[in-house]
């Protein structure tokens, strides 16, 4: 397996990272935000179109949340050989991946085979956080900050910034009085963390921290997980991968990629048109324990009507709850272990290794906030209802500012003074997930109102840069200078995004999809819940009919608007 560069190679260092404030302004064709997964192919893709562009990104390297999400057990939760680009036949037979679901150092490591094998790291300047862009009306182009002092000026904006990139501290009184090590999942440190002879205090039990909670309750002399709202997890069954189970996968990728593309999720974990009804309760439990032993995401693509039939789904959460109570040894643990109240699925699926057996480990405490809710911090530790727990390590799986945090957090300045934070202060609102009426030539990857978290971000991410190419290339040949939503296209889209989040059940839970885990965030369920298929048909629609809902102008029209 190709591995990273070291940190001292010459292409982990961004070029002109010494810029400085007098720097002249430089003229771009596209300004990229982001080095993930949609950023790197972004730079790839306008660099082979001959554009002249420019990326930023606030990690010291490519990877994205892989850059940052470093903590003990990060792994990913879809098939690796899913989970990789499609773009580059050269990629994807050069690249091996070890295992069924790969660890954050493999994932770390194909970001950077990706951007040496490609030569993209040239085209970003890292350890760099724009600060503002502000449309120029008479000229027609972008003006584009960073926090280095440096100036830029593009006809483009590619927001490749994630739905994940913004994490948040718990909304808990006195976090700066703690006096123990601090340490968030999200912005984990690079070198080794040992949790040996340590009381550790974890809080969080979305996916994040139960990857953590597995892990450090191996080696720490004393666990504290405090668990608001449990979530429903599954068994991974991870496994090593034949070489000659991956020499099938590359002689078939593209066939794999294809089905793919055209699936739901963008992916090719099992899908069923099965109703949930539709066959015998043995029939049922038999499907069901056979998705348990099979592991990963199995269980979710057995029924076709989970997430639109509240019988069928409250079926499968006791299927599930029975299983923990299988598990865990403590008939008290096991019941505050069982999620209730929302109904499964609705909250992001988690898979693991062993998690709910590590309750079953005498270093390891569960804390139920709900009967013993956490005051403050202190300086030793954390105070609960009940009393003060003192630890030496604090770890915060708290989760992110999703969908809209990472480009609500710098000033994005459309027509007329128009900013993004009051376009989105009712809640994101955009046309396919992709474009905001009011600002021109503003583009978004894997953003709200599209798949977003719901469907395989890779193929998100491609399937959206190749559409903003399309369209930077049609207005080349036809000599436009900007390309805007209408308010009319971007209101009908929302309107479709808000009947389409009625009828599912993923609006039924208090998750980061609909912004609960935000104080002052506007409520609702910001994503395209019609699968990735049905969002590539409708932006092929848009596009094969003359751009419908976008609105072009030429650069005389422009400078005169």
Known sequence: MPSAPPASHPSNRAPGSAASPSSPVRRLDVVVVGAGFGGLYAAYKFREMGLKIQGFEAGGDVGGVWYWNRYPGARVDLPSIDYSYSFSPEIEQEWTWSEQYAAQPELLAYFNFVAERLDLRRHFQFDTRVVSAVWDEERALWVVKTNRGDTFEATYCVMATGPLSVPKDPEI????????????????PHEEVRFEGQRVGVIGTGSTGIQVVQEVGKTAGELFVFQRTPSFTMPMRNQPLEPEYVAEVKRHYAGIREMARNSAVGG?????????????????????DDAWKNGGLAMLGTFADLMINPEANEQVAEF?????????????????????GYPIFARRPCLDTGYYETYN??????IDCNTDGIVEFTEKGVRTESGEIELDMLILATGYDGLTGALMAFDVVGRDGHTVNEHWKDGARSYLGLMMDGFPNLFMTTGPNGPAALANIVRISEHDVDLIAGAITHMAQQGLATIVPTRQAEDEWMDLVHTLSQRTLLSKAKTWYVGAN?????????????????????CAAAVNDGYRGFVFERQKEAAAA
């Open 361 to 366: 480990q005498p270093n390891v405490h569960l």
């Open 518 to 538: 935000v104080k002052g965030k506007a409520q609702g369920l910001p994503m395209f819940t019609g699968g990735f298929l049905k969002y590539r048909e409708a």
């Open 173 to 188: 009184p006195g976090l700066d009085r703690y006096r123990g090590r601090l340490l968030r999942a999200g912005r984990w």
């Open 268 to 288: 090719v974990r099992p899908q069923s048109s099965r109703a949930f009804f539709s066959v015998t309760p043995s029939q049922r439990r038999q499907l069901l």
């Open 320 to 340: 599930v709850r029975g299983k923990i109570g299988e598990v865990v040894d403590d008939p008290k643990t096991a019941d505050i272990l069982k999620p209730r």
